[in-house]
Structures are given as C-alpha cells and as structure tokens.
C-alpha cells in the first residue's frame, strides 16, 4: 500500500492531504474530494468573501436578522459554549480588533483607535432567534477565524473516512486530523515547532487517530522595545495576552483541539496550564521562560 500526497492551497496556507491506498485513482479521488470540502467551508466562512455566510451577517448588523442553515447554526453553538468556557476570552465578535492591530505596520496603537472597537465586542448580545441570526448593532462582526480552519480539518477527515480511507492524515498549516495509522501499524510522526527557533523542532509527537491543533504567540507578531505584541487578542481588554509561548492539544477532533489551544492560552500562564491539566486532554506546552510542560504518554522529545 502506497503513500499519496496531495497539496493546495487554501486559507492563505500551503495545505496537504495524505493518505495510504492501493489505488491511485481512488487515492485522488478521495484526496480531492476532501480538498473540495475544505474550499466549501473557506467559501461559506471566510470574512474575506463578500458572499459568505458570514459576510452577509456582519452586513447586516444594525439592521434585519439573517437566515442561517443547520451548520451555521451548530457552529455558533460551537462558539457559544467556547465563550462561555472561557469567561468570555473566546468571543467571535473580537474579530474588530484587527482594524487597530496590524501586524505587518509593527506599530502599537493607542487606546484611543483600541476603545471603540472593544466597545463592538460581545458575544453576549449576538441575537439568535431559531434559524435566524442578528448583530444589534452597526460595526459589530462575526469572525470564524477562531474555528473555522480546524472544522475544515475535521470535515476533509470525515470525506476521506466516508470514501473509505482507513489511514490519512489532513494538515491544514499545522492543525490536523488522523483518520488511522499507516498500513504497517506505525504512527504519523508529526513535528511542532519551535516558538523561537525557526526551522527547529519543540517536539515530535506520533499520532495514530484523532486531531490535534497548536497555536502560539509566534503566528502574527511583532516587536518593539524588547515586548511581544502577538495575534492572541483579550477581548475584554483589546491588548495581547501574556502568556504561554504555544500550546498544542490532541482530541478527538480538530475543532475541540483548537478551542483548547485558544482558551489556555487566552488565560495568564499558570491559569492556562490549570484548566488544560483539568480538561484531560494531551497537551504539550511550551511556557513563558522555553520550558515544556507536557500531559502525554505519546510525547518523544525532537
């Protein structure tokens, strides 16, 4: 049984899909289907597309409701308990932060430009009535980012395991889902990287089913005057989170695994590593000062 790659682009990453079969053509087809599914969920998601589900939303807001479908509607469920695990520092409506932080200007804004859009924060006031949805209010906005690529990781998994693929592996820049080990019983061998040192390694970790997601101040950053400013936002505050360098989760799908990331690491350091040695998932941290603090039995040190 061979190993078939397949890579794309989607989610402004370089994607690929892997999988073991004895034929070619069904090894194509299947991969292919898979990448079908995760540009289906990028188009209906993205804030990027005027025409997406949530574009339409955001809109609207200040205005009408908006009808949303079945899987709209459980993926603000998702988002809904994902808030209120967290106290409320998982929240789909911060998305409005990116307008006073832009990573590439390298540049701190003030509290002036931060204020107004933290004032248009809060999941809270999102209005569900049924099938529909609405924004009260003019400037607020839905963001998937904070789920969307991991339910994208979880539904090409379920397209490979309905097209019969017994081992595969999606890798949407680096959240992922393993439908099966390979053929001869091993594990993937999956690498985390180092939040510092690039091209280098944190760890490997040999997965044999299941998904896993990792995050960490190191995605969209910048430095000035020896202080990190990374992506990961408080919406309560609308300033970055001090904290763990990454976190990655392994569980049962990808989208459970990226919340986890999301919220441990939304939360001071040791409230992080907390709630994450409460939740019981493996995890692997890497802390504030480098150290790794790690709750798996499937952890080989690269």
Excluded at 61 to 75: F, N, Q, R, Y
Excluded at 136 to 158: I, N, Q, S
Excluded at 210 to 216: I, P, R
Aim: glycine share 10%; proline share 4%; with cysteine.
């Amino acid at each position: 049984m061979a190993l078939h790659r397949f890579t794309f682009r989607a989610m402004a990453a370089d994607n690929e899909v892997q999988l073991h079969a004895t034929d070619a053509r069904h090894a194509a087809a299947a991969a292919w289907a898979a990448i079908d599914e995760v540009l289906r969920v990028e188009r209906k998601y993205s804030r990027y597309r005027e025409d997406s589900v949530v574009s339409r939303i955001n809109a609207a807001a200040g205005g009408a409701p908006v009808a949303i479908d079945a899987e709209t509607s459980a993926l603000l469920d998702f988002a809904d308990a994902c808030w209120r695990e967290s106290g409320g520092a998982f929240d789909a409506t911060s998305g409005v932060l990116r307008r006073a932080w832009r990573f590439g200007e390298r540049r701190v804004p003030c509290a002036a430009e931060i204020e107004p859009l933290v004032a248009l924060i809060g999941w809270n006031r999102v209005e569900r009535d049924g099938g529909l949805v609405r924004l009260p209010r003019a400037g607020m906005e839905l963001d998937f980012g904070g789920f969307g690529k991991e339910y994208a990781v979880d539904r090409a998994a379920a397209v490979l395991r309905e097209s019969g693929v017994a081992s595969a592996l999606v890798n949407l820049a680096g959240d992922l889902s393993v439908t099966g080990p390979p053929s001869d019983g091993s594990a993937w061998r999956i690498g985390i990287r180092h939040p510092r040192r690039e091209g280098h390694l944190a760890a490997t970790l040999e997965v044999r089913s299941g998904a896993m997601a990792t995050s960490g101040d190191y995605e969209r950053y910048f430095e000035v005057d020896g202080v990190r400013y990374c992506h990961l936002l408080d919406p309560r505050s609308g300033r970055p989170v001090p904290g763990m360098r990454s976190v990655t989760v392994l569980a049962e799908t990808c989208l459970v695994a990226g919340a986890a990331t999301t919220i441990s690491l939304l939360r001071p350091e040791r409230e992080g590593l907390k709630w994450l040695r409460a939740l019981g998932a493996p995890f692997l941290a890497v802390r504030s000062d480098g150290t790794l603090v790690d709750r798996t039995e499937l952890l080989a040190r690269a």
